[in-house]
């Protein structure tokens, strides 16, 4: 009678469900922890800045008339009797100023991750090209402003190449750390496996690199509402940038104050969607979301 040597059980149906619902709760628990961590961090955000926007009026004695706190912002764009007239004037130029950075947040990073690639596939343009990027991103844009005025005028174009040169650089410094993060051992597996170098770009380089990618996005939110509002001021006159200088000018103070914060406030809470957004991502992915570039 021929023995018949024993095999490695197969797992049970039942184990197979029960081992899909615990990773399916683990999910489920790490993606709430994840939100509730970057909400956390939101709320902490808005109370640190009402803080030390009040506590610095305090401390450096600022005069009342020019420097407005919460409560005068408050009362302007909420309980005065113009405040709805108030309001609609700011989100007017909001309107302008927040389609302007969308137009140079998404041509930055496109033009960042197409980069970014490039400099995967190719060492040797990326040592070619590397130093130059990063020689470039240490001038100042007002220094680049003349220049791009004169070449594109003071339209749209500019408004896009101004805020696209903000996002730019800081999102391509980080794709690009976020590509080469690949595990080796994971990219020689996919060269064993007949992987061409778009193959462990898309299947290992890409996914390894979504940390960075959402650092760079986080970074980028800010920075394209912040060339927005230097193109207006300096080139087409429009939004929330192009309307400061009139407040000032005219000491419209209230007008001034409130705009500025209407800005910062939109802009903080872009970032913190992106954060959530990225925590929960991760999360879910099985990677830490704390882990930032």
Not at 2 to 24: F, G, H
Request: proline share 5%.
């Amino acid at each position: 009678m021929t023995d018949v040597l024993p095999t490695s059980a197969a797992p049970e149906p039942r184990e197979s469900t029960d081992l899909a619902q615990a990773m399916r709760r683990e999910t489920r628990r790490a993606t709430r922890k994840a939100l509730l961590t970057s909400l956390g961090t939101f709320a902490g955000t808005i109370v640190t800045v009402l803080v030390l926007w009040q506590g610095a009026i305090i401390v450096f004695g600022l005069s009342p008339y020019v420097a407005k706190g919460p409560v005068d912002v408050w009362r302007f764009l909420v309980t005065d009797e113009d405040a709805a007239e108030h309001r609609a004037e700011i989100a007017e130029n909001l309107a302008v100023t927040m389609g302007d950075a969308v137009v140079g947040f998404c041509a930055g990073l496109l033009i960042a991750l197409i980069i970014a690639v490039v400099f995967q596939l190719s060492k040797g343009i990326e040592a070619a090209l590397m130093p130059i990027a990063l020689l470039l991103r240490t001038v100042p844009l007002i220094a680049f402003a003349p220049v791009i005025i004169l070449i594109f005028g003071r339209g749209f174009v500019t408004t896009a190449v101004m805020g696209g040169i903000v996002v730019l650089f800081p999102a391509l410094v980080n794709i690009a750390f976020g590509l080469k993060s690949a595990s080796p051992q994971m990219l020689d597996v996919a060269t064993v496996y007949g992987g061409g170098s778009l193959t462990k770009l898309r299947k290992v380089a890409f996914p390894s690199s979504l940390p960075a990618f959402f650092a760079a996005v986080r970074i980028s939110v800010p920075g394209a509402i912040t060339g927005a509002l230097l193109a207006e001021w300096l080139a087409t006159g429009g939004g929330i940038g192009g309307v400061i200088n009139g407040y000032f000018a005219q000491a419209r103070f209230n007008d001034m104050w409130a705009s500025v914060v209407v800005v910062t406030a939109v802009s903080l809470i872009l970032y913190n969607l992106v954060a959530i957004l990225e925590n929960t991502v991760l999360a879910r992915m099985g990677m830490h979301p704390t882990k930032r570039f």
